[in-house]
């Protein structure tokens, strides 16, 4: 819904939609934004939101022990996310943990900012296993 109005996905939307997702893009819905997020298939991150991808440290390929990892919900890789502003990992929690403030540019979001949500694995890495 946009404005108290209902969005209308036409054949040419549906089209464009359908090839993002089949080339390995997302697509993502942030309600209380009442916006829809789309990330590229080459991109693992949209800038200026630069996420860090590294090898999981609390297990080794995805297993820990012969379970699925919980830190890295078996993927081997986790996200250390950034500042959707300038990219720098400097942030911190405010508000409770409701909040994110980077302690380099002072950006400051929640957890449904378009530029945190998009960083995320490549659907590719996602896949536990």
């Known amino acids: 819904m946009r404005d108290g109005k209902q969005l209308v996905l036409t054949a040419k939307n549906a089209k464009q939609v359908a090839a993002l997702i089949t080339a390995g893009g997302q697509v993502v819905l942030v309600r209380s934004l009442r916006t829809i997020v789309y990330i590229m298939p080459d991109d693992v991150v949209r800038a200026p939101g630069t996420a860090h ?47 994110m403030a980077c302690r380099a540019c002072r950006m400051d979001w929640s957890a449904d900012h378009p530029g945190w949500l998009a960083q995320r694995l490549p659907a590719a890495m996602a896949v536990a296993g």
Do not use: F, I, N
Not at 74 to 80: D, L, P
Not at 84 to 98: I, M, N, S
């Open 53 to 99: 991808l590294a090898d999981c440290p609390d297990c080794e390929h995805g297993s820990d022990g012969g379970e699925p990892c919980l830190k890295c919900d078996g993927t081997g890789t986790v996200v250390w996310h950034a500042c959707p502003g300038c990219g720098d990992l400097g942030w911190q929690y405010t508000e409770g943990r409701v909040r």
